[in-house]
């Protein structure tokens, strides 16, 4: 299966900072079938970031999604009070799907 | 507007079968492959299986292969996950959810199932 490893396990930052995620894919993710969630304690996973860099629609731009092959980012550009939660990295080019492991943003 | 509601979460102990299901309204859900992910308490999210659109292709995870089955009646909108000898490390919240259009992946999801594996 194809492992991602998600980094750094957490970030520590204030809000108006830049967040960058990384998530790093054992195999090649054909297609760009990478996606991104943001979790909340008690609620439902949010999609924020699909096909790599695709964001849906009410998603804020602050939110943007790079790269292919192996290697993917995540970066908010100003953190808002909302943004601090988990980020799950999920490829679904190749079954089983699997997700990272997570990347907490916190309130530093 | 989409929803996604899973019923038939609850206790069960281990070794048993609990049968889980979703209700998919508000789209076409006949168009469109389900799965199910799980969360465990203080862990991360967990793909667990996928069912194709039209039912005929079926996948899981390592963890839950040969004990788990997915299946789909796509005349009741309803997407189901059996699950048989259930062990401890099973117990989590279950969520429904689906393929997008243009591989916008998990773009709606259920509230999620509590399923706790206890004796």
């Known amino acids: 299966e194809n492992v991602l490893t998600q980094s750094p396990g957490t970030l520590s930052l204030s809000p108006g900072e830049r967040a960058t995620l990384s998530c790093r894919a054992s195999q090649s993710v054909r297609n760009n079938y990478l996606a991104w969630y943001q979790k909340k304690p008690g609620q439902t996973p949010r999609l924020v970031i699909y096909v790599a860099s695709s964001r849906p629609a009410g998603i804020p731009d602050r939110f943007s999604g790079s790269g292919s092959g192996t290697d993917f980012t995540l970066t908010i550009s100003r953190l808002e009070p909302e943004d601090f939660a988990v980020y799950y990295c999920?490829?679904?080019?190749?079954?089983?799907?699997?997700f990272g492991q997570g990347t907490k943003v916190e309130f530093k | 507007q989409v929803q996604l509601v899973e019923s038939g979460g609850g206790v069960v102990q281990p070794g048993r079968s609990l049968r889980l299901s979703c209700a998919a309204s508000g789209f076409t859900f006949s168009s469109h492959a389900m799965f199910w992910v799980r969360q465990a308490p203080g862990k991360g999210l967990e793909w667990v299986a996928l069912t194709s659109y039209d039912g005929t292709d079926k996948f899981y995870a390592d963890s839950v292969k040969g004990r788990f089955t997915i299946s789909r009646d796509n005349s009741k909108n309803t997407l189901s996950l059996q699950m048989n000898n259930v062990r401890p490390d099973d117990t989590a919240v279950y969520y429904c959810t689906r393929d997008g259009p243009l591989a916008a992946v998990g773009d709606y999801w259920g509230r999620g199932a509590l399923v706790t594996v206890s004796s």
């Open positions: 999920h490829q679904y080019s190749d079954s089983p799907r699997t």
